[in-house]
């Protein structure tokens, strides 16, 4: 088992810019491609970016592409989301996951986190 806390979330206004943190719980990170997805209110959940093992391919949505960068540090058992030029449309639940292969069926989620994009 695999337990992943977001943090980092909040209120920001448009153009600004956010750094979420996923941290796992265990040193078997390492072992899973890490993810973002979200999910704005109303919605389905979304993929936003992943981040393989050793951190050496990454993969965006087009619709945060440009604007946000995924990265992990395996010693600290954690995973990154850089957020910048942030938009209303931003606005949703932001969890982490990881996976063991397939990207769009996580092994394992967070809890997820609040971030609000404000005009």
């Known amino acids: 088992q695999v337990q992943l806390v977001e943090s980092g979330g909040g209120l920001v206004q448009a153009g600004g810019s956010l750094r979420l943190s996923c941290a796992a719980s265990?040193?078997?990170?390492?072992?899973?491609?890490m993810g973002w997805f979200r999910q704005a209110t109303g919605k389905e959940r979304e993929f936003v970016a992943r981040?393989?093992?050793?951190?050496?391919?990454?993969y965006y949505a087009d619709s945060v592409k440009g604007r946000v960068t995924i990265s992990r540090d395996n010693a600290k058992n954690t995973v990154y989301l850089q957020m910048n030029s942030l938009k209303l449309e931003d606005t949703a639940v932001y969890y982490c996951?990881?996976?063991?292969?397939?990207?769009?069926?996580?092994?394992?989620w967070g809890q997820g986190t609040q971030v609000t994009v404000s005009s």
């Open positions: 996951a990881a996976d063991s292969g397939h990207w769009a069926r996580p092994d394992y």
């Open positions: 265990r040193r078997t990170f390492s072992m899973y491609n």
């Open positions: 981040i393989s093992r050793n951190g050496g391919s990454t």
